[in-house]
């Protein structure tokens, strides 16, 4: 059963840090890139960063360039959001999901996780 589990949400104060982790299972990590989402009420799903399991590339989207950094543990199946410099704008759900191509396009990823929730207060 494949499974993307996310953690690491919050409440923090603008300025502040959190770093986001997902941890999958039931498919070959190695051959599918780990996108990282968010949807915010009333607004569509984006993407934030994304991350090839096979070599490394990484992509941000513009708003988060400079204050968002993705890495991927391989051993661990897991892949992490490090987010620093949180604007009230960041605040979201945010999914993680996986697809066999390292894009940020929503329609990309065919497996997805439940969500966490980042609030980040003015």
């Known amino acids: 059963e494949v499974q993307l589990v996310e953690s690491g949400g919050g409440l923090v104060q603008a300025g502040g840090s959190l770093r986001l982790s997902c941890a999958a299972s039931g498919f070959a990590f190695d051959d599918y890139a780990i996108g990282w989402f968010r949807q915010a009420p009333g607004k569509e799903r984006e993407g934030v960063s994304c991350?090839?399991?096979?070599?490394?590339?990484?992509y941000y989207a513009d708003s988060v360039k400079g204050r968002f950094t993705i890495s991927s543990d391989n051993a661990k199946n897991t892949v992490y959001l490090q987010m620093n410099s949180l604007k009230p704008e960041d605040t979201a759900v945010y999914y993680c999901?996986?697809?066999?191509?390292?894009?940020?396009?929503?329609?990309?990823?065919?497996?997805w996780g439940q969500g966490t929730q980042v609030t980040v207060s003015s």
């Open positions: 999901a996986a697809g066999k191509r390292n894009l940020l396009r929503v329609n990309e990823y065919n497996y």
């Open positions: 991350i090839s399991s096979s070599d490394g590339s990484k």
